[in-house]
């Protein structure tokens, strides 16, 4: 047997330091966890549309399943329509962050449009815009302006169309709902999936006036700072005309998406009894 020696302490240089140790796994825990939320921000491709994903479109969808389910919220199994398809599929683009490359934004948004969080949670903090405006991506003040412009002339472009597949799909729920209530189901997990699609269906609907009232908010409040921080005022015009265009627009959407003529008369008209017998009853005299 060998002789065992008695192991000498270690110096102080060669001894680990505990605070430095903990430190660093603070750091490289911080910095996983950021490199985690960046990951939940959905990746846009070309003209900042959304980029198909595994983990976006299967792993986060079944995770927000689970824990909307947790919370008691309506999860409904059923496949979707076209048209609900294309209701999430329009909405995205006026929920997301105004700014696509805002990964704060765009985590809460990703993480409630996978129902991780509740839908009505997925509010995009309305102070980040202006951030984004004052970065040294803008080398002109009068870019700040019209970048807020064509932000908010885009989003109203994006207003109707949404619209239009928002009423077709809340007729097709009044459907849904009107064969549920007249015609045996066979079976409760029928019942339940028609009622969760329905309630699923409303809160995008309402989710999407709810973002575009958050963008309107960002965007006057970017101006108001601009206005002050490097004043234009004919770039102030054209921006706040934009923003009034959009408020238009969010104010249709919410009354209902219906349109109004504003020249149409509604009503049979009724004749004059001033221009009666005036010749247009009877034809002209010959001579």
């Not at 950021?34 to 900042?48: H, I, K, N, Q």
């Not at 198909?52 to 399943?65: L, Q, R, S």
């Not at 049979?268 to 010749?279: A, E, L, P």
Request: glycine share 6%; charged share 30%; with cysteine.
């Amino acid at each position: 047997m060998g002789v065992t020696s008695t192991p000498e302490p270690l110096s102080n240089e060669a001894r680990p330091r505990q605070p430095l140790v903990m430190a660093g796994r603070t750091v490289c825990a911080a910095a996983m966890l950021a490199m985690l939320l960046a990951a939940c921000s959905r990746p846009t491709g070309d003209f900042d549309r959304a980029r198909p994903n595994i983990f976006h479109d299967k792993v986060m969808p079944a995770a927000g399943e689970a824990a909307a389910r947790y919370r008691g919220d309506p999860v409904s199994k059923f496949n979707m329509t076209n048209d609900e398809e294309l209701l999430r599929e329009r909405g995205w683009g006026l929920i997301r962050p105004p700014w696509t490359k805002d990964w704060i934004g765009g985590t809460v948004v990703e993480l409630s449009r996978t129902r991780v969080l509740p839908e009505v949670e997925g509010r995009v903090p309305v102070d980040l815009y202006y951030i984004f405006l004052r970065s040294d991506k803008f080398r002109s003040s009068d870019a700040r302006y019209d970048r807020v412009a064509a932000d908010a002339e885009g989003d109203a472009k994006l207003v109707w169309p949404f619209c239009e597949v928002a009423m077709r799909v809340q007729a097709a729920d009044k459907e849904r709902l009107r064969v549920l209530a007249n015609k045996p189901v066979a079976t409760e997990e029928t019942y339940e999936g028609a009622k969760a699609r329905v309630w699923e269906n409303r809160m995008m609907i309402s989710w999407v006036g709810q973002a575009l009232r958050y963008r309107i908010t960002a965007y006057q409040k970017a101006l108001d700072s601009l206005e002050i921080e490097t004043p234009s005022a004919d770039r102030l015009w054209k921006a706040n005309n934009a923003i009034r265009t959009l408020e238009a627009e969010v104010r249709l959407a919410e009354n209902g998406c219906v349109k109004k003529d504003r020249f149409t008369v509604e009503g049979k008209t009724k004749r004059s009894r001033i221009y009666t017998g005036w010749g247009t009853e009877r034809p002209a005299p010959k001579k």
